[in-house]
């Protein structure tokens, strides 16, 4: 079946630094890839997806690239902000019978002023 | 806000307690979702609807029983629950349950419940 691993956290780091979590898959066929975030207190939102390889989504800095050849989708972003901080998930959504989404564990992301 | 509301936020029940969450979504979505999201967990998928049928039951234990009246609202029963049924409960909806980028999925704010 489907699984998303991602790394474990928790993340720390000063404002204004490089940020990458990494996630990888496991899917037949050619998944769409997300990524969630968690603030706070609230549920999840949407972030940024891709629906082919070589994709990239892009949001509010954040940018992931679909890469079949590695199975990942790992989140990057080249200047944190302490607003930043809050939980992320890596999911995928495959077709046909495995179209509902799997996520990963998550990774608690908190950064410094 | 993300067009889905949830009530309560917040649920503290005793075990031999009858309770409901409710779950509403203004976003014109055919597909509805309840899932268990536990501390150091992944999402726990529980229950899908698709035009108020219920397409999916991750082998859920029957002291939870969702019920979806229409496709804007959907409700999670809880009636005799553990103490290990606490958790964070959230509600989501998409256009359907298809899959893939026509799947994307805009959550709740949760249900936090306690049950002691």
């Known amino acids: 079946g489907n699984s998303v691993t991602q790394m474990e956290g928790p993340v720390t780091l000063s404002e204004e630094a490089f940020l990458t979590i990494n996630c990888t898959y496991t899917a037949t066929g050619y998944p769409s890839l997300f990524w969630y975030v968690q603030y706070p207190g609230e549920g999840l939102q949407l972030l940024l997806k891709a629906t082919k390889a070589d994709d990239k989504g892009s949001n509010k800095g954040f940018e992931a690239t679909y890469r079949k050849e590695t199975t990942s989708f790992h989140l990057e972003k080249g200047s944190v902000q302490v607003s930043d901080s809050a939980v992320y998930f890596c999911?995928?959504?495959?077709?046909?019978?495995?179209?509902?989404?799997?996520f990963g564990s998550g990774t608690q992301l908190t950064v410094l002023p | 806000e993300t067009g889905v509301t949830q009530t309560p936020r917040h649920l503290v029940m005793g075990m031999t307690n009858k309770k409901s969450l409710k779950c509403e979504q203004h976003?014109?979505?055919?597909?509805m979702y309840w899932y268990k999201q536990s501390a150091k967990k992944p999402l726990e998928l529980m229950f899908v609807y698709n035009f108020k049928e219920q397409t999916e039951n991750n082998s859920v234990p029957s002291r939870f029983s969702p019920e979806c009246p229409n496709s804007s609202h959907l409700f999670l029963h809880l009636h005799t629950l553990q103490p290990e049924d606490s958790a964070l409960y959230l509600c989501?909806?998409?256009?359907?349950?298809?899959?893939?980028?026509?799947?994307?999925?805009?959550f709740g704010a949760g249900t936090r419940l306690s049950v002691l």
């Open positions: 976003l014109g979505h055919n597909a």
């Open positions: 999911a995928l959504s495959g077709p046909g019978s495995a179209r509902q989404l799997t």
């Open positions: 989501a909806s998409s256009q359907d349950s298809t899959g893939g980028a026509k799947n994307i999925q805009y």
